[in-house]
């Protein structure tokens, strides 16, 4: 058997040249904390969190990997049903309670909820590297698919200091000289008057064959978000990602889907398949964002993918194309694409942490057929960059 014999965090971030913006936050730089497990027979696996604070998370890796030392690395489904257990009470977990055990450990904060289910991906994802590795195929045909090239789309448009409409025009028209057929463009800084206005711009920039997405970061309420929807729609917008503030529920998505004549897409920030399910059984949502990163790991977005086939939706994962692009190779009648960021100078994280790169033509990623995820590390770069914390 192959077991489990250590788990360690590296966190790495990449200073910005200067700070961008969403309409919800501030930028500073490209961060990610690498995951790497090790076996007892030599196996290395690795895996990517997105989130913070990065410490924290960083700690409950630790934590995690103590709790799971000694597992069989190649049971994802049993370590992940362990770690995901921690989060919830348990008879036994309470001193004092009548019934305590010492073997049960008390569960994780309420407060830290974000941070455990970030550590539980990266375990996850490195997990599901060993096992590819371990079968000597790439994840993807473990799962059954088969290699072709992936539907992608480039973002940007981050809102920086001192730019105008036509820079970011210029800077998504750049994404298209490089062979993106689709760019998504950062929006919902500003009224949904002002926002529409810079939309028309970027399409105009662009031209009118590559798709245009909105990327919106939950800026509006109900009735500003029909009122955006309405406006931009002249401008062939593909979809509205995350359209809604961050307290409307899948209940106000359907609201919207059904005055939208834009499709929406959600879903990057949602922490399991239990929250993810209501936004796709009513309606609300048509394009599935669910990020293996950020929450859950790889384990959890199948389940995801598989409810949303169910349903009629279409899988869309959040970012880190180097891991998603093996769901989405699995999944052929509901995976719609996966999320790039550019070249080395829009994405110089991924391009330099990773020695190996999907490679675009023609507005399509193609990935190699290395076990597992096929990611070598350029350890040079992560001490280069790495943060001691």
Not at 245 to 254: G, V
Not at 274 to 302: C, M, N, P, S
Request: aromatic share 10%.
């Amino acid at each position: 058997m192959t077991r489990i014999a250590s788990v360690a965090a590296h966190m790495i971030s990449v200073p910005r040249p200067e700070p961008v913006w969403t309409a919800q936050e501030e930028s500073r730089a490209w961060s990610v904390i690498l995951t790497e497990l090790r076996t007892d027979d030599g196996l290395v696996g690795y895996g990517e969190i997105h989130g913070a604070p990065m410490p924290r998370i960083c700690e409950w890796v630790a934590r995690f990997g103590r709790a799971i030392e000694g597992m069989d690395a190649l049971a994802h489904g049993a370590v992940w049903d362990r770690l995901f257990a921690l989060t919830t009470p348990r008879p036994g977990s309470i001193p004092n309670a009548g019934d305590a055990r010492p073997d049960v450990p008390p569960p994780t904060p309420r407060g830290e909820r974000a941070q455990v289910m970030a550590a539980i991906a990266g375990i996850d994802i490195a997990l599901w590297d060993i096992k590819g590795k371990a079968a000597g195929m790439p994840v993807y045909r473990l799962l059954g698919g088969e290699n072709r090239p992936l539907f992608t789309y480039a973002t940007g448009g981050y809102y920086r200091r001192g730019a105008d409409d036509a820079d970011y025009g210029r800077e998504l028209a750049g994404f298209v000289e490089q062979g993106y057929r689709a760019v998504k463009l950062k929006t919902g800084a500003g009224s949904p008057e002002r926002e529409a206005a810079r939309v028309g711009a970027v399409r105009r920039a662009i031209g009118p064959e590559p798709l245009l997405l909105l990327d919106m970061n939950a800026p509006y309420d109900l009735a500003d978000c029909i009122d955006f929807a309405h406006r931009v729609a002249e401008h062939d917008v593909f979809w509205l990602e995350e359209p809604l503030h961050w307290y409307l529920q899948p209940a106000d998505f359907a609201v919207l889907a059904a005055a939208s004549p834009i499709p929406l897409a959600h879903g990057e920030r949602e922490w399991t398949r239990f929250t993810v399910r209501d936004f796709i059984t009513v309606g609300g949502i048509k394009y599935v964002q669910f990020d293996a990163t950020r929450a859950a790991g790889f384990t959890e977005a199948l389940r995801v993918a598989a409810l949303a086939e169910q349903h009629g939706a279409m899988v869309a994962p959040h970012t880190a194309p180097e891991l998603h692009a093996h769901l989405v190779l699995a999944l052929p009648r509901c995976a719609w694409g996966v999320e790039s960021h550019g070249g080395a100078e829009s994405d110089p994280l991924a391009f330099g942490l990773f020695r190996n790169h999907p490679q675009l033509r023609d507005g399509h990623l193609t990935i190699g057929d290395a076990p597992g995820f096929g990611l070598e590390i350029d350890w040079a770069f992560v001490e280069k960059y790495r943060i001691n914390g």
